[in-house]
């Protein structure tokens, strides 16, 4: 028995997939605008997760640049056939219009920290796909959407067979059910002589559940179940709230467990907001007389702690390929936007120690941000960076960003700023002026320069951040001494909550460049920390 306490991967970790390949569980996660793309953890005991790689090459061409912000890839759905692993997802290509204009792809691996086939695209006629392998015959679920005038973008989950070799459609495409409560998501299973469809419900935030329905055949008719498997709908008070988005794996004693997504809101005066994102999460579940999947602990409600009747072998686990990849140098948990984290604006090698980042575009830019994030991944954290460098332009800065996409951040930057008392005249060409720190918070009504502080750059400068009940205090150290940079500021706006977008992702702390002119000024990074602490 292992006591396991949710969320299992914490932190920005969406749209969890989870399929067992003999004694290891392995969670295929959502990474979106974010490289690497498509995250992989894995277990053997369900409580402790570790990365084990990602999927190399899933987006054509190794750019998602001018996605918009939660573009990018979207539900990936992990599978094993018995000799590879498959995974089926979507690269989507416009949020928030009738047309998503997306593509979905299928890659195969032997090893989820390998080498990935490269991406083949098929039917797709919708986002959250996912693979069904039953009887050597192989099906792809999808949502349906209707873009017309009048149609619904959530229009029902339908099933087609494709050839396993071409992945060319076999036969029709069938519409297993349609819901007036949006439902997307779809997973299969087969138990007992029923083909159980495991389905996202309500959309991905506080209304979010987990609905099932079943069919003695693939192609339906499919019964919904009367009740929910899994949700927070019905009570705010829950500490895992928007759970759903399933998935149901056997063990190998038989026993049963669930992944699904989650969030843990803080409470603020304009509602709950959760700046970690959505979360994976496990729960137990058994079986009722009727033959339908319950949660161990009854109810529907998620539970923090969990015991899961899992058998972990008592020899040491192979290590397996360490995962490797060229084009990720600084490895996980850094993370880029839209693009690898290309040498030529990611410098590790010059300045042993160091990260040399080239100033590329501006932060709200959707092609070209230099800028290396990692995951925050509790309520309180504090980070902490080290950087030298010498701007002489207002259209050069350098710093320490609190990011949540384009248009929410915070960022803490060393720039060019005119005499004090003399006006902004856009004279990026003057020599004279003064370095500062430039404390900036971006949020969808526009950008405001919280403080400007004279300082001395002669010397590298420390920067650092402390996040706690939802406010985030900036500050610089020199000769030892720390000194706050401007007054707490609103983390909480750093969240899927806040504006009035669809917002998909987390909250990221990291590094990052711009020159607007050149793209040539430089910034050397060294003793990036970063410090979760639970609550």
Not at 51 to 61: E, F, Q, S
Not at 373 to 388: F, G, L, N, Y
Not at 474 to 493: I, Q, S
Not at 514 to 525: I, K, N, Y
Request: hydrophobic residues 35%.
């Amino acid at each position: 028995m292992t006591l396991l306490h949710n969320p299992v991967i914490r932190g920005f970790a969406p749209d969890p997939s989870l399929v067992r390949v003999g004694d290891w569980y392995y969670v295929a996660t959502s990474s979106f605008e974010w490289f690497p793309t498509i995250p992989v953890h894995r277990s053997r005991d369900l409580a402790h997760w570790e990365y084990a790689g990602h999927v190399r090459g899933a987006v054509p061409g190794d750019s998602l640049a001018g996605v918009p912000d939660s573009g990018g890839v979207w539900a990936p759905s992990l599978s094993w056939d018995g000799e590879r692993f498959w995974v089926v997802y979507s690269v989507v290509r416009s949020v928030g219009t009738p047309y998503f204009d997306l593509d979905t792809y299928v890659c195969t691996a032997t090893e989820v920290g390998g080498e990935w086939s490269a991406p083949r695209r098929i039917a797709s006629h919708g986002f959250d796909p996912a693979l069904f392998h039953h009887g050597g015959r192989l099906w792809l679920l999808n949502l349906q959407s209707d873009h017309r005038p009048g149609g619904r973008r959530f229009a029902g989950i339908v099933l087609s067979e494709l050839d396993r070799e071409t992945l060319a459609p076999v036969g029709d495409t069938h519409l297993l059910v349609q819901r007036e409560r949006l439902i997307e998501g779809p997973k299969l299973l087969w138990r007992d002589g029923w083909f159980l469809l495991v389905l996202a419900e309500g959309g991905t935030g506080v209304e979010h559940g987990v609905l099932v329905a079943r069919s003695r055949a693939v192609t339906g008719p499919y019964e919904f179940d009367s009740r929910p498997l899994l949700t927070t709908r019905d009570d705010p008070s829950v500490p895992l709230q928007k759970a759903g988005h399933a998935e149901l794996v056997e063990t190998p004693g038989g026993e049963w467990v669930m992944s699904h997504l989650a969030a843990r809101p803080l409470r603020t005066p304009d509602g709950p907001r959760c700046p970690l994102g959505r979360e994976t999460a496990i729960q137990a579940v058994t079986w009722d007389e009727a033959g339908w999947p319950r949660l161990r602990q009854g109810g529907w409600h998620p539970a923090t702690e969990v015991e899961v009747e899992v058998e972990v072998p008592t020899e040491p686990a192979e290590p397996g390929p360490r995962p490797t990849d060229p084009d990720e140098p600084l490895g996980w948990p850094w993370s880029t936007l839209r693009g690898h984290a290309d040498p030529r604006w990611a410098d590790t090698t010059t300045r042993p120690g160091w990260i040399r980042l080239t100033g590329r575009h501006g932060p709200e830019s959707r092609w070209a941000h230099s800028l290396l994030a990692q995951r925050i991944t509790e309520h309180q954290a504090e980070a902490e960076v080290t950087v030298e460098a010498r701007p002489d332009t207002f259209t050069q800065a350098a710093g320490l960003v609190l990011w949540y996409n384009t248009e929410a951040y915070l960022s803490l930057d060393l720039t060019w700023a005119e005499p004090e008392g003399e006006g902004q005249h856009g004279q990026q060409w003057r020599a004279e002026g003064r370095t500062v720190l430039r404390l900036v918070e971006r949020e969808e009504s526009g950008t405001r320069q919280v403080a400007v502080l004279d300082v001395d750059a002669s010397a590298p400068l420390t920067l650092g951040v402390r996040v706690d009940a939802g406010r985030a205090r900036f500050w610089y150290v020199r000769a030892g001494v720390r000194t706050p940079v401007g007054p707490p500021l609103d983390f909480t706006k750093l969240s899927d909550d806040h504006g009035t977008g669809l917002r998909f992702t987390g909250a990221m702390a990291g590094v990052h460049a711009v020159d607007l002119v050149d793209a040539a000024f430089t910034a050397d990074f060294t003793g990036f920390r970063l410090t979760c602490r639970p609550s």
